[in-house]
Nanobody
């Protein structure tokens, strides 16, 4: 079972930036695509960014051009660079390997207007 630890969240003003990190335990990381998910208050968890094992990246329309997902297989870590943050980006952010159903505790991102 993979363990996931997200970090880097916080309170930021609109227009600001944050960089989220997610460290995954075990050998699954390098062989699995990874996703960053967001759960806004009162809403379902949604996938906002994904990166494949060959570094192909996809984004939900709402974050295109503002968020960048990347991975470092040597560190078993996936990142989410978030720029030009908006209040609607507020939520708990989670990472998850596509080949696992394990979730971490998430990291809270709050964007004030």
């Amino acid at each position: 079972q993979v363990q996931l630890v997200e970090s880097g969240g916080g309170l930021v003003q609109a227009g600001g930036s944050l960089r989220l990190s997610c460290v995954a335990s075990g050998s699954i990381f390098s062989s699995s695509g990874m996703g960053w998910y967001r759960q806004a208050p009162g809403k379902q968890r949604e996938l906002v960014a994904a990166i494949s094992t060959d570094d192909s990246k996809t984004y939900v329309t709402a974050v295109k051009g503002r968020f960048t997902i990347s991975r470092d297989n040597a560190k078993n870590t996936v990142y989410l660079q978030m720029n030009s943050l908006k209040p609607e980006d507020t939520g708990v952010y989670y990472c998850k390997p596509f080949s696992s159903e394990s979730w971490g505790q998430g990291t809270q991102v709050t964007v004030s207007s």
